[in-house]
């Protein structure tokens, strides 16, 4: 594993049964990984507890689907941990119901006797180097998104809970903890004619990308560096733009909006 892992689900069982109920829960087959690569890997535990984890941007979620697969069959309670965005999201499931923790991510892997990868450095990284998301939507306008996140939250949003703004490129969705969930796959889901443009970047752009999204689905990917194992049709360009910083200017998000406050 090249890169440190964006997210992560912790459960209890026999190895190679987690692994087929993983691949069954994002309905893939194992054998699909010799074309695009795995979409996550095992970290073996030293009890009953084993991890597993993956480092895509484009795979954030699936942690999800796999812990609510896992917990179905599962007695002892299956955690997921999303560290793509900061604040990191920790939640515990129970056949197929989540509670929303707020454990420290790598003290409750250690706990379970099956620390995360690249946990030694992960202070430093939290601290220095928080992958945060931004989305550029065409198409769509703040007054639009805004009725369709409330939909789906079933609520009205919370002052400050995202930043919507129209620009000329179009809607930019931000939020001031960096974290802007999956607001930009429901926009992308419930209204299917827009493009979205999901950004992740460190504060000092070393690690970038960017996932193009119609209908809620991928469509393409740019890496910067260069994906060893893309999901996506990679991408060359953004907008015309090969370097993360003329990409951003490209979609009309700040750059600043990536670095720590």
Not at 69 to 78: H, Q, T
Not at 95 to 111: F, R
Not at 202 to 211: H, I, K
């Amino acid at each position: 594993m090249n890169r440190w892992p964006l997210w992560a689900v912790l459960a209890s069982g026999e190895p190679a049964w987690l692994e087929n109920r993983a691949y069954d829960a994002l309905g893939l087959e194992k054998g699909e990984e010799d074309e695009e690569g795995p979409p996550f890997e095992m970290s073996l535990g030293s009890g009953r507890y084993h991890a597993i984890v993956g480092t895509n941007p484009i795979d954030v979620g699936a942690e999800i689907q796999i812990s609510k697969e896992l917990s179905l069959g599962c007695d002892e309670p299956v955690y997921s941990i999303e560290r793509a965005n900061d604040p990191w999201t920790v939640m515990s499931w129970r056949k197929g119901s989540p509670d929303v923790l707020e454990n420290d991510p790598e003290s409750l892997a250690k706990s379970l006797g099956c620390p995360l990868p690249g946990g030694a450095r992960s202070s430093n990284r939290a601290a220095k180097d928080s992958l945060r998301k931004v989305a550029m939507v065409e198409g769509v306008r703040a007054q639009e998104a805004t009725r369709v996140l409330e939909e789906d939250a079933g609520e009205s949003l919370t002052p400050g809970r995202y930043r919507l703004e129209d620009t000329p490129q179009g809607l930019l969705i931000a939020s001031g903890t960096g974290d802007i969930g999956y607001a930009d796959i429901t926009v992308s889901e419930r209204i299917p004619n827009a493009t979205v443009y999901a950004v992740i970047a460190s504060p000092d752009l070393d690690e970038f990308f960017v996932t193009v999204r119609r209908g809620g689905e991928g469509v393409e990917e740019f890496a910067q560096p260069p994906d060893d194992l893309p999901r996506l049709r990679v991408a060359s360009d953004i907008k015309g733009e090969r370097s993360p910083d003329r990409i951003l200017a490209a979609l009309g998000i700040p750059a600043e909006w990536f670095r720590n406050e």
